[in-house]
């Protein structure tokens, strides 16, 4: 059981690249969540999606583009990488909104140079 | 939107001491109140989690309390070991059916807790 997946797990990018990090789950999960961690600030929200077909902005979407492609896979873009976003980045699901446990998939450390 | 604040930064305690941390929140609507503990380098786990119809909750040498009328949440370690040395979030989230609104955790900023031998 491979619980939530991510790839690739560290990307150098130059400023204005693009690049999609790919998440998968597969625990059957309603919900599903893309968190980017900073050195001091936690974790914050970036989008998530409550359930196929939905997708809904968190704390800190600017820069951000999310897709819900199945119920098992949720997808983050990066339009034009900024050294701003060199974080990293982790994808979490839940069985459904609120009152239940988030797991986490290893993250992607991301680097724009 | 919610927001969680965390105390304090860094904890640091000697090995078999007691270690507590610190949350309040301030959405009213929140109701369900997880921690979280990342070791260097991996991902966030859940270790215990609290939901609004209960003050307190313990799960061998760990604990959590919550104080609704004050807003705010502590993570009690009892007889602290080597292997709690990490990273401790934690977070509050409103209810997935509350109507709508925002969903996903709110996070504090996280303690990095040290256990000294």
Known sequence: NAGVTQTPKFQVL???????????????HNSMYWYRQDPGMGLRLIYYSASEGTTDKGEVPNGYNVSRLNKREFSLR???????QTSVYFCA???????T????GQGTRLTVV | GENVEQHPSTLSVQEGDSAVIKCTYSDSASNYFPWYKQELGKRPQLIIDIRSNVGEKKDQRIAVTLNKTAKHFSLHITETQPEDSAVYYCAAQVGGNSGG??????????THLIIQP
């Not at chain 1, 990066?78 to 701003?84: C, K």
């Not at chain 1, 699901?93 to 009152?99: D, E, F, I, K, L």
């Open chain 2, 101 to 110: 609104g925002a969903d996903g955790l709110t996070f504090g900023k996280g």
């Open chain 1, 93 to 99: 699901s839940s069985v459904a909104r609120g009152r």
């Open chain 1, 14 to 28: 130059k400023t204005g690249q693009s690049m999609t990090l790919q998440c998968a789950q597969d625990m059957n």
């Open chain 1, 78 to 84: 990066l339009e034009s990488a900024a050294p701003s």
């Open chain 1, 101 to 104: 446990e988030a797991f986490f």
